[in-house]
């Protein structure tokens, strides 16, 4: 194995295990509760490593958010329910969306933690919790077509 491939797993587990911290932090106390400085001490890296790999609080939510909707895509999801028709293709994603939410529940109290917050005075996060849900249902209306 190369140093740049050995740097890029290194790279990729770091960040995932920033993106584990902020679900857990999110989760636990909200979007508040999550600083670049809890999230260094939880994750065990520092807080510049944040602030260099996510930039800001808003890259973070959305490198999450994005994390939470890929993981779903990648089990292969929206493929699988196209092969069914009408009911069963509906079942096929209420299943996938249980599943997630039972084996990944970090992530989905994080992402039910996001949604809920998001109707209080943060624009920012209302406005970007609106293109996720509006993006997921484009996705899903897709597969049910």
Do not use: C
């Not at 890296?45 to 800001?56: C, E, H, I, K, P």
């Not at 292969?76 to 009408?86: C, E």
């Not at 969306?97 to 624009?123: N, S, Y």
């Not at 609106?130 to 993006?135: G, K, L, P, Q, R």
């Amino acid at each position: 194995m190369t140093a740049p491939n050995r740097q890029a797993e290194r790279t990729e587990r770091s960040t995932e295990a920033l993106l584990d911290a902020a679900a857990e932090l999110i989760a636990e106390g909200g979007l508040s509760s999550m600083t670049f400085n809890a999230l260094g001490e939880r994750a065990g890296y520092s807080r510049g490593l944040a602030t260099a790999r996510f930039g800001s609080k808003r890259g973070l939510v959305d490198a999450l958010i994005h994390r939470i909707w890929r993981r779903l895509r990648d089990r292969d999801v929206l493929p699988v329910a196209q092969r069914d028709h009408g009911l069963d293709e509906i079942l096929v994603l209420v299943d996938a969306i249980r599943e997630q939410a039972a084996t990944e529940r970090r992530d989905m109290r994080a992402m039910f933690a996001l949604t809920f917050e998001a109707l209080g005075p943060d624009e920012s996060l209302r406005e970007r919790m609106v293109e996720f849900t509006t993006s997921m249902r484009a996705d899903l209306a897709a597969a049910l077509r």
